[in-house]
Nanobody
Framework: QVQLVESGGGLVQAGGSLRLSCAASGGSFSMYGIGWFRQAPGKAREFVIAISWSGVSTFYADSVKGRFTISRDNAKNTVYLQMNSLKPEDTAVYYC????????????????????WGQGTQVTVSS
């Protein structure tokens, strides 16, 4: 069983940056792929970005390529989401999720692939 806790959300102006953290406990963190998803009011949850268990492979939604990056520190059981050049349309609750045995971008980008979820952190980008 893995517990995930997101932090780092907040209010930022368009063009600004935020770094979200996803801290894990209760499992072999280094064996899990980690994804970030977001959900805006009235919209479906959507894939943002993901990183493989080793950190070698990363996967991005087209909407965040060139602006968001993901990294992990397995020694600290933490994944980081660096968000730059933020836009008002990035406003959402951001969730991190964990799963094992994911292979390929289709699996990493499918929220149904993930077994464990955090409670979410709000990101609001003002125009």
């Amino acid at each position: 069983q893995v517990q995930l806790v997101e932090s780092g959300g907040g209010l930022v102006q368009a063009g600004g940056s935020l770094r979200l953290s996803c801290a894990a406990s209760g499992g072999s963190f280094s064996m899990y792929g980690i994804g970030w998803f977001r959900q805006a009011p009235g919209k479906a949850r959507e894939f943002v970005i993901a990183i493989s268990w080793s950190g070698v492979s990363t996967f991005y939604a087209d909407s965040v390529k060139g602006r968001f990056t993901i990294s992990r520190d397995n020694a600290k059981n933490t994944v980081y989401l660096q968000m730059n050049s933020l836009k008002p349309e990035d406003t959402a609750v951001y969730y991190c999720a964990a799963a094992r045995y994911l292979i390929g971008s289709n699996r990493y980008s499918d929220y149904g692939s993930y077994h464990y979820w955090g409670q979410g952190t709000q990101v609001t980008v003002s125009s």
